[in-house]
């Protein structure tokens, strides 16, 4: 069983549409991470949230710890952003990721 | 600054075949980890390093020793290569723990024949 769940798997959008991306979790944690994986293989990390909400530039990231769930929303959507977004969870010195979303903006 | 930089970026090698690989970071953090990335299973992590001198195992380590002998570096070994472990590897560090950002490396596509 994976302790991390993302949904969707894949998610295709025209440019300026508001996108959401889900992760699911099984354990208890003491941190998410969002991180983008752009298509060279590149991996960044977006945001790191213990509670609550963050906010950079169009990225929204939110979660909710006692129903063990995240999301990542993109607010104006552009073909700049597609990529793998993954969620990951962290506890102790351990971290699990999840399988990622594959996201496409077409313009 | 470089950031985090891992060499080689490709590499092909036969079953039993040795290798390691080397990551490092000259942002002068403690936090170092080597994850291995696999179609349709997302990042696993290996091992990981909270300082110099330390080693520790994260969730699949069989097969892989590692040392950081060094702050700023941090090396993956493969004793004898299988094709098990044909992937692309990615190298991390952080400031602090676990719950601070990573910084990630190019990464690294082994493939074992």
């Known amino acids: 069983k994976n302790e991390v769940e993302q949904s969707p798997q894949n998610l295709t959008a025209q440019e300026g549409e508001f996108i959401t991306i889900n992760c699911s979790y099984s354990?208890?944690?003491?941190?998410l991470h969002w991180l983008q994986q752009h298509p060279g293989g590149g991996i960044v990390s977006l945001f790191m949230?213990?509670?609550g909400k963050k906010k950079h530039g169009r990225l929204i990231a939110t979660i909710n710890i006692q129903e063990k769930h995240s999301s990542l929303h993109i607010t104006a959507s552009h073909p700049r952003d597609s990529a793998v977004y993954i969620c990951?969870?962290?506890?102790?010195?351990?971290?699990?990721f999840g399988a990622g979303t594959r996201l496409t903006v077409k313009p | 600054n470089a950031g985090v930089t891992q060499t080689p970026k490709f590499r092909v090698l036969k079953t039993g075949q040795s290798m390691t690989l080397l990551c490092a970071q000259d942002?002068?953090?403690?936090?170092m980890y080597w994850y291995r990335q696999d179609p349709g299973m997302g990042l696993r992590l290996i091992h990981y390093s909270v300082g110099e001198g330390t080693t520790a195992k994260g969730e699949v380590p069989d097969g892989y020793n590692v040392s950081r002998l060094k702050k700023q570096n941090f090396l993956l070994g493969l004793e004898s290569a299988a094709p098990s472990q044909t992937s692309v590897y990615f190298c991390?560090?952080?400031?602090?723990?676990?719950?601070?950002?990573?910084?990630f490396g190019p990464g690294t596509r082994l493939t074992v024949t």
């Open positions: 949230l213990s509670s």
């Open positions: 354990v208890g944690i003491s941190a």
């Open positions: 942002m002068n953090h403690e936090y």
């Open positions: 991390a560090s952080s400031p602090t723990g676990i719950n601070y950002e990573q910084y």
């Open positions: 990951a969870v962290a506890w102790s010195n351990d971290m699990r």
